[in-house]
Nanobody, 123 residues
């Protein structure tokens, strides 16, 4: 069993920045791909970013150039640095651990999920 705990969400004005953190338990963290998803009210959960075991990264088009995913395997932690935030980035952000060492844009390819952290961007 792997537990994921997110932190770092909050309220920020448009154009501001936040850094989300996700700490995972388990001995296989360094060989597991990690992802960030988000879900806005009345919308489906959508892929934001993923990072492979070898730190290759993937992003959805709407956050490219603004968000950066990274990992620190010594701390069992994955980060999501979010810059130039927009009101449309408002959502609950979820950290997830993949079923393999390679990331995916599909929620079903992730086995473990955190409880989520709220990000609200005001205009």
């Amino acid at each position: 069993q792997v537990q994921l705990v997110e932190s770092g969400g909050g309220l920020v004005q448009a154009g501001g920045s936040l850094r989300l953190s996700c700490v995972g338990s388990g001995r296989t963290f360094s060989t597991t791909a990690m992802g960030w998803f988000r879900q806005a009210p009345e919308k489906e959960r959508e892929f934001v970013a993923a990072i492979n075991w070898n730190s290759i990264t993937y992003y959805t088009d709407s956050v490219k150039g603004r968000f950066t995913i990274s990992r620190d395997d010594a701390k069992n932690t994955v980060y999501l640095q979010m810059n130039s935030l927009k009101p449309e980035d408002t959502a609950v952000y979820y950290c997830a651990a993949a079923r393999s060492s390679y990331g995916s844009t599909t929620p079903g390819e992730y086995r473990y999920w955190g409880q989520g952290t709220q990000v609200t961007v005001s205009s």
